[in-house]
């Protein structure tokens, strides 16, 4: 039977491998963290590295991002602002 990816956002920081100075991006993930590691790494080049980021959306937020009609599993790349 497969996991479920859950119903919460997991904000994710995505950093690639270029030397001196790695580009860092900033992800949402409709998964638990653990599964919004993997479908974030499936979404960067490869050698990126992954870390899920320890924050709280708020309310906010939450509607901003639920207006993206995210599906469980789905990823999205936050704009830099």
Do not use: C, H
């Not at 979404?43 to 959306?57: D, F, I, N, R």
């Not at 708020?58 to 602002?81: C, H, S, W």
Request: hydrophobic share 45%; aromatic share 8%.
């Amino acid at each position: 039977m497969a996991e479920s990816f859950g119903t919460s956002f997991t904000i994710v920081e995505a950093t690639s491998d270029d030397a001196p100075q790695p580009t860092k991006q900033m992800w949402l993930a409709l998964a638990k963290p653990n599964q919004a590691l993997t479908l974030v790494l499936a979404a960067v080049p490869e050698g990126w590295t992954a870390a899920v980021v320890p924050a709280v959306l708020t309310e906010k937020q939450q509607r901003m991002f639920e207006e993206l009609n995210l599906k469980p599993g789905d990823v999205y790349r936050i704009a830099p602002e």
